[in-house]
């Protein structure tokens, strides 16, 4: 069993935790030997493994509406024989790309809340974790998945922000939440897209004065918008953009136990 690191991003919607997810993994692929998991989290809106170039065939979701079909159907041992093998159909589901493997929770074919789906991504974040040194866990927009106990067993949460007041007063809401409903050691600001030095200067000292912990900030990129706009995977983004080297600074701020990059 390995010592896995398990960091969730959340934040509101459109801050861009999910390209921040992204990015992080591109960094923490450099690490030679490196284990990396990511998980994409968000039921409504799933869109980690289509910005890696990324093709899903089996999420989370399948694997649960398999274990309905066998509890509906199957036979009592059947039944306890895919409790016993979930670890099993979870790694079935992953998809491997040099660096990291992904899981996606899928969207719930059921009408109604995602009570079930969140229920089962907390055992999987909790179980597949196990496998690997580094987990991310892309998170669903708002409080849903904090308030539920999904990543209650987190090291590190990242809430990341957009520029703007709005932003870090959401941003201060989720601290709050997670002080009561999670395990994590540590929480920190990924303040995303800003604009210039001045920008910048403003959107610390807002932070500072609402006590958020600023791990790093992120400047709007062109490259991403370009990649996006192309149809290209972010993976093939330049070495040297500054988004990433922002990112390389955010992953060596924190208290990660793996070797620095």
Not at 181 to 201: A, D, K
Request: aromatic share 2%; with cysteine; charged share 30%.
């Amino acid at each position: 069993m390995r010592n896995s690191h398990i960091i969730a991003l959340s934040g509101k919607g459109g801050a861009g935790k999910t390209v921040i997810t992204a990015l992080m993994a591109i960094v923490l692929r450099e690490i030679p030997g490196l284990h990396v998991l990511l998980i994409d989290g968000d039921p409504s809106m799933s869109h980690l493994a289509r910005i890696l170039g990324l093709r899903v065939e089996r999420t989370l979701e399948d694997v649960r509406e398999d274990i309905i079909r066998v509890a509906d159907k199957g036979s009592e041992e059947e039944r306890a024989e895919r409790v016993r093998s979930l670890d099993y159909y979870l790694l079935e589901a992953l998809v491997e790309e040099k660096g990291f493997n992904l899981l996606a929770i899928g969207t719930p074919v059921s009408p109604g809340c995602f009570c079930p789906a969140n229920t089962l991504l907390r055992d999987a974040i909790e179980s597949l974790s196990k496998n690997f040194d580094v987990t991310l866990v892309d998170c669903e927009a708002g409080l849903e998945q904090i308030n539920r106990k999904v990543i209650r067993s987190v090291n590190s949460l990242l809430i990341v922000a957009d520029p703007t007041l709005r932003g870090l007063q959401t941003a201060e809401v989720i601290r709050k939440t997670a002080e009561k409903y999670t395990h994590c050691s540590e929480t920190g600001l990924v303040i995303n897209r800003v604009r210039s030095p001045h920008e910048e200067r403003g959107i610390r000292e807002k932070a500072e004065k609402l006590e958020l912990r600023v791990l790093g900030v992120v400047p709007e990129d062109e490259n991403i918008s370009e990649l996006d706009t192309l149809g290209k995977p972010i993976t093939e983004i330049s070495s040297e953009a500054s988004s990433l080297e922002s990112v390389r600074g955010i992953i060596n701020n924190l208290k990660l136990n793996v070797r620095a990059v």
